[in-house]
């Protein structure tokens, strides 16, 4: 673990400096990509965020989201992200789960919409509602292809507009999972978690041993680079840092938020923003309010950060990272 410790060290001096900032480009070694950052968590905060990375969102934008599962109340707020989604005139989309849980299938899923109240700002497009349709990959060690929900071919642009938390299988939850688990289809994410060997929702349980570990998250890597690829590299992404549980808001009884909020980042690269977010969350210091040993032992326990590494090492982006305050 020394090199995580490494990169939460540089993040945390990083962020001590960030407020005086210069120019990104004048900062950055040739390895490194940017990551923005923002302490203000509200609307204004996230639209300004977007607006930092300087890349427009184009034609049919997809903004996509984790619509939480019923009874847990850390997803993201519609109050929260409705200004970005109407400036982009986008379309939140999201897929239906692989669990016995109430998003399993699309009529229950649309009533945890309306409860999360996602149709007071356009509802969303549950993109395999009426079917699936196969992406390529970059690795073919365990996939074959991804899977992903057919309306996904309705976009030009993703936003991916993660929550990070953290997440009981994966160690923690950003926006290569939002990308990789989140796109795909309830069959599609039966196949990341078998690694490659099952389509069946109800049999992917049997697959989740711990030898088959690392190879479920070389499968959400690849999954991620596989939607990056499919828009041909026309994604941005945000991950909101607040209301942090160490369980996923696919958990409809999570254990209660273990950290204060610290911001929202975002980045062109995906690597780089979930290597900063996990940096920044194992940086903070121990106390009443921020539990970051319980965080420490969720990521770590679960070999969370072998994600981003096996991203790094396909070619998606890089853990090398410059963080830069658009705070004045």
């Known amino acids: 673990m020394k090199k995580l410790a490494l990169f939460a060290f540089a993040a945390t001096l990083a962020l001590v400096g960030c407020k005086n900032s210069q120019p990104a480009e004048a900062q950055l070694a040739e390895d490194e990509a940017v990551v923005y950052l923002t302490k203000d968590i509200s609307p204004e905060g996230l639209v300004k965020i977007y607006e930092a990375l300087g890349v427009e969102a184009e034609g049919r934008v997809a903004v996509k989201i984790s619509t939480g599962e019923a009874g847990n109340p850390n997803s993201l707020k519609p109050e929260l992200i409705g200004s970005l989604v109407k400036l982009v005139n986008g379309k939140l989309v999201e897929c239906n789960t692989t669990y016995a849980g109430k998003r399993r299938f699309t009529e229950d899923h649309l009533k945890v919409i309306e409860e999360h109240g996602y ?87 049997q697959y989740a041993e711990p030898e088959n570990q690392d190879k479920f998250l070389e499968c959400m890597a690849n ?47 995906p690597v780089a923003l979930d290597q900063a977010c996990i940096d920044l969350v194992l940086g903070v210091e121990q106390s009443e309010t921020n539990d970051v040993a319980s965080m420490r032992e969720r990521i770590e326990s ?24 658009i705070d004045k």
């Open 302 to 325: 679960r070999h969370g950060i072998h994600t981003v590494e096996h991203a790094e090492s396909i070619g998606l982006g890089t853990r090398k990272y410059h963080i830069v305050s």
């Open 119 to 205: 149709n007071r700002i356009g509802g969303v497009d549950i993109m395999d509602a009426e079917g699936e349709m196969q992406i390529p990959v970059r690795d073919t060690t365990y996939m074959k292809y991804n899977l992903v929900g057919k309306n996904l071919a309705n976009y030009d642009f993703m936003i991916n507009l993660a929550h990070f938390k953290g997440h009981q299988m994966g160690g923690f939850g950003g926006v290569l999972k939002n990308a990789s688990i989140g796109v795909a289809s309830a069959n599609g994410k039966a196949y990341i978690h078998s690694n490659g060997r099952n389509l069946v929702p109800e049999n992917w349980p």
């Open 223 to 269: 999954a991620a680079a596989a939607v990056h690829d499919y828009f041909k590299g026309k994604v941005l992404y945000i991950a909101v840092m607040n209301n942090m549980s160490i369980d996923c808001d696919c958990n409809g009884n999570p254990t209660p938020v273990a950290l204060q909020d610290i911001g929202i980042l975002a980045s062109t690269d």
